[in-house]
Structure formats: C-alpha cells, structure tokens
C-alpha cells in the first residue's frame, strides 16, 4: 500500500457487531496487508504495521481504553493542524541514528537521494508467531538492520506483550539484536525507543527551533498550539522541558483532551545496557528512552560507544502504559518494581 490508512480501518471495528472471534485480547496478523492488529473486545488498540513508506516496523497507532489517540498521525495519516516535521517520527518505534556510522534513526523518503548511502533501514522478515487471550496477547516478529551499503548488520526479534487492565492498556516489548558482524551503537542523542506524541501532549513550555539530526540536517518546529496539555515527569522528580538529558528508571506524560486525561509512561528496566536511560524527550513531542547516549548528554561524561562482537547478541526490555488518569509517582514506582522483578 503507498499510504496506511490504520485509524479509519481500525475504527470501522466499532461498529461491527461483537463476536466470539472479537472478544478478548487478539492478535490478527495479515501480512498481505503488512501488519498485524491488536484490538480488545473489538476496539482498537495498536497494529504492528511494515508499510513500505517507513524505513522499520512500527507500532501505530496507540489507542487507551477510552478510544483516545495518544500518536501523531503524520506521516501516516495526517491530521488537520498537527505538526508535520521529522517524518520518520511515527507511532512507536526501535533504532538508532549511529550504528557503524550508518542513521537508521532519521531514514525516510525525505532523505535526498545524494545522503541515502549513508542511512539505515530495518526490514520485517517474519511474524514468528501470535497468541491472543482474554486480557493478554503476545506477538513475535523478526526484522533485519541493514546498512546503507547493503551489508547486514543486525537481526532483531522483537517479543510484544499486550496487556488489557482497568482504565489503562501495556505493551511489554523484548528486543533481541545479534550482530552480524562487528557493531558498534555509537554514542549519540538518537535513540532507542521512541514515541511521537500527539497535539495535544506536546508541552506548552514548547518555543520552538532548529532541531538538528546525527548529520546536522536542521528541522525547524514551531512554538507549541493552544491545545498543547502535555507535562513530563521523571522518576527523579524532574519535570517538563527539564527532563530532556536526565537519566530516570521511568518517564511519564500526562496531558487532557476534552473531558479525557492520559498518561503516557515508559518504563526502562535493570537489566538493560545503559539503565537508567537517558531521556530524549522533547516539548515538541517526540519521547524517547535512550541509553546508549551518555556523553552526548553529559559532555563530563565519557563515550559509551556500545559494541557487540560477530554472533553476540543483546536483550532490551521497555513496558509502555497507558493510562486514562493521571499517574502519580506512587503508581509508576510500584509499576517500575513490578516490571523489573
């Protein structure tokens, strides 16, 4: 398809008629269509989607149990009066913008022809598996990095949890990469795990400004609208646009549209390379875990320059909420101590 139209095929499951087949927590994959989709009790939740107009999979879109969007629909399915600047920036994604000096972070069709060379992209290779549940779901799909130059870098399995509570959705996600050859994620503010937020949970501190890629290429984003709600927390007690390069276990947002508030929360757990993550998180609405950052961050610190030898593998591990309320601390320390264990 040249264009993913995920939010009106997925809400015209409203008003279907609810079946057996539609009850619970399912997992419907149609790779013909590239993409697999998650819905409860026939109402939207995610899809894992692979269209050929992104350079990786990407969860998208997010939906909380109150049917509220909590994604930007650009590039996929622009909205009036949303933002439209970084188009690789879409749903909820893995990958990083310096591995063996090749930016899978920024690759999209807006890349000019002459800077390709020096990009990456992440292809889906197999849905492995799916399972479906009365409030549970999981997913397993493998992809592939692959460098500008054709060499493969990495293979990725990427194990999804889905998870139904009261007032709130969860996606548990376990990402296995194997180097092929010599790796290394070079030290660098574009990564890891990275969601881009809808209008309405961009910061109103937003001013604006030039945001410039791992290549330098500038984007310019406007000052944030009036419809702007949107506030992080750390788990540090650091809020707002300050949470932008400070490290923390846990991040949330929280913002209101109409009579509905939503937290946004992603949790980094213990065992994974760089805890706790640095947080990439922007007024504008890009947010982002990143802990193979560390000195792009913190110019007193050194390099981390993570690396993985030919046939070496890593496992990280994130859990996504959200919440239709507003999270305290409290709740996100419990939640933090739960998924670590």
């Not at 890629?213 to 702007?228: L, N, Y």
């Not at 213990?270 to 609405?285: D, E, L, S, V």
Request: proline share 6%; net charge negative.
């Amino acid at each position: 398809m040249s264009r993913v139209a995920a939010i009106p095929l997925l809400c015209a499951m409203l008003s279907a008629p609810l079946t057996p087949a539609h009850r619970g927590l399912q997992v419907i994959a149609n790779e013909d269509q590239r993409r697999v989709d998650i819905t409860i009790d026939g109402r939207p939740f995610t899809s894992y989607i692979w269209p050929t107009t992104l350079k990786k999979p990407v969860l998208y879109p997010l939906v909380s149990d109150e049917g509220i969007t909590v994604t930007r629909g650009y590039p996929l399915d622009p909205r009036p009066g949303e933002r439209v600047d970084h188009p690789h920036q879409a749903g909820l994604w893995f990958n990083y913008g310096n591995v063996n000096g090749f930016d899978f972070w920024n690759n999209s069709d807006a890349i000019k022809p002459e800077d390709r060379a020096k990009m990456g992209s992440i292809g889906e290779t197999k849905i492995v598996s799916t399972v479906s549940g009365t409030d549970r779901g999981e997913l397993v799909a493998d992809s592939v990095w692959t460098a500008g130059d054709g060499e493969t870098l990495l293979n990725q399995t990427t194990r999804y949890v889905f998870m139904s509570r009261p007032h709130a959705r969860v996606i548990d996600l376990f990402i296995t990469l194997t180097a092929q050859d010599h790796v290394v994620f070079n030290d660098d503010k574009e990564g890891l795990l990275g969601i881009r937020v809808a209008r309405w949970l961009e910061s109103p501190e937003e001013k604006g400004g030039e945001f410039m890629d791992a290549s330098g290429r500038p984007t310019r984003v406007a000052a944030a609208g009036a419809e702007a709600t949107g506030e992080y927390l750390t788990s540090e007690g650091v809020k707002g646009e300050a949470a932008w390069s400070t490290r923390g276990r846990w991040c949330l947002l929280t913002g209101h549209t109409g009579e509905h508030t939503v937290t946004l929360a992603i949790l980094d757990h213990p065992g994974n390379p760089g805890y706790p993550t640095y947080w990439h998180a922007r007024g504008y609405g890009l947010f982002a875990a990143n802990p193979l950052g560390r000195k792009i961050f913190d110019p007193k610190e050194t390099p981390f320059d993570f690396a993985l030898e030919k046939g070496q593998s890593v496992t990280f591990r994130y859990r996504v909420l959200i919440d239709s309320f507003a999270a305290t601390p409290a709740e996100l320390d419990k939640e933090a101590d739960a998924f670590a264990r």
